[in-house]
C-alpha cells in the first residue's frame, strides 16, 4: 500500500500561472520528499522537508509540511512548459534501510 | 546524472523465463533499491540492499530475488517471468542513513509476453 498520495492526480495549467499539488501520507515519518519524473525518465530530486521543519523553499519551488494534518504541499510559482512531468512525494521513516515510500504522483501539464 | 546505469534499457522475454536485471552504480553509495513502476500504483519497492550481501524485501517482492556481491552492483532476477511482471523498473541508489535523498537510474522496460 501507497505511504503517501497526491493530489491532485492531473492538473494543467497556463504558463506563468502557480501549480500546487498535495501530498498526504499515513504513519509518522522522519522526512518527505518531492521528486520528478519526465516522461520516460528516472526521477530526479527536487526538496527535501525534515519532519521538524514546517516550510522549505528552492528556487521557484516552495514546500510545506503539516505533521499534525499529515500532509505536504509542493508549490511551483511562475510556472514554465519545462515543468511539465509527473511530480511524486515520498516519505521515509526510521528504518534499517533508509527507505522511501512513494504516492501515485500528480501528472502536471503547463500549456504554452 | 548520478553514476547510476541499468542495463538492459528493454527487454522481451517470454513467460516462465528468468531474467536478470542489473544495476551498477560508480558512487559508493551504501543503499540500493529497486523499484517497479505501474500506471495507477506509483513506484512500489520490491528489494533492498543496505550493503554487500545485505538485502531484505520490500512490498512486493513476491517472484524476485537479488543480490549484491559488490558495493556496485545489485542485480534483480525474476525467476519465471509472468506477465504481470510486465512493467518499469528503476533502480535507486542513497548514501546516508535519514535524510538523505535517492538518485534514480534511467529505468529498464520489461515485457513479458
Known amino acids: 500500500s501507497q505511504q503517501g498520495e497526491e493530489d491532485p492526480q492531473a492538473l494543467s495549467i497556463q504558463e506563468g500561472e502557480n501549480a500546487t499539488m498535495n501530498c498526504s501520507y499515513k504513519?509518522?515519518?522522519?522526512?518527505l520528499q518531492w521528486y520528478r519524473q519526465n516522461s520516460g525518465r528516472g526521477l530526479v530530486h527536487l526538496i527535501l522537508i525534515r519532519s521538524n521543519e514546517r516550510e522549505k523553499h528552492s528556487g521557484r519551488l516552495r514546500v510545506t509540511l503539516d505533521t499534525s494534518k499529515k500532509s505536504s504541499s509542493l508549490l511551483i510559482t511562475a510556472s514554465r512548459a519545462a515543468d511539465t512531468a509527473s511530480y511524486f512525494c515520498?516519505?521515509?521513516?526510521?528504518?534499517?534501510?533508509?527507505?522511501?515510500?512513494f504516492g501515485g504522483g500528480t501528472r502536471l501539464m503547463v500549456k504554452p | 546524472d548520478a553514476g547510476i546505469t541499468q542495463s538492459p534499457r528493454h527487454k522481451v522475454t517470454e513467460t516462465g523465463t528468468p531474467v536478470t536485471l542489473r544495476c551498477h552504480q560508480t558512487e559508493n553509495h551504501r543503499y540500493m533499491y529497486w523499484y517497479r513502476q505501474d500506471p495507477g500504483h506509483g513506484l512500489r519497492l520490491i528489494h533492498y540492499?543496505?550493503?554487500?550481501?545485505?538485502?531484505d524485501k520490500g512490498e512486493v517482492s513476491d517472484g524476485y530475488s537479488v543480490s549484491r556481491s559488490k558495493t556496485e552492483d545489485f542485480l534483480l532476477t525474476l525467476e519465471s517471468a509472468t506477465s504481470s511482471q510486465t512493467s518499469v523498473y528503476f533502480c535507486a541508489i542513497s548514501g546516508g542513513t535519514g535524510q538523505t535523498e535517492a538518485f534514480f537510474g534511467q529505468g529498464t522496460r520489461l515485457t513479458v509476453v
Open positions: 504513519t509518522s515519518i522522519n522526512n
Open positions: 540492499s543496505y550493503g554487500v550481501k545485505d538485502t
Open positions: 515520498a516519505t521515509s521513516f526510521n528504518n534499517a534501510g533508509n527507505m522511501l515510500t
